[in-house]
């Protein structure tokens, strides 16, 4: 892209912008909204960790085979 420093800085400016015309009562929905995501991902984060129920080796990233029936 040609203008990149002036592309991003101008589309950033713009968004302050538009944030700066928004009620006080959007940015309270935003929170709450903010707050619901917020602990569905960290519960389901919880139940369904691949960590958790031991299926990664000890350097922390390779996936171990789930213990089952061999195909």
């Known amino acids: 892209m040609p203008v990149v420093p002036l592309f991003?800085?101008?589309?950033a400016a713009l968004?302050?912008?538009l944030l700066t015309k928004l009620e006080g009562?959007?940015?309270l929905?935003?929170?709450?909204?903010?707050?619901v995501g917020?602990?569905?991902h960290v519960l389901y984060g919880r139940r369904h960790s691949r960590l958790q129920r031991g299926e990664l080796d000890g350097d922390g990233g390779t996936p171990q085979p789930a213990a089952g029936p061999a195909r």
Do not use: D, K, N, S
């Open 25 to 27: 009562v959007t940015f």
């Open 8 to 11: 991003p800085l101008v589309g």
């Open 15 to 17: 968004c302050v912008w």
């Open 29 to 35: 929905r935003f929170g709450i909204w903010m707050a």
């Open 38 to 40: 917020l602990v569905i």
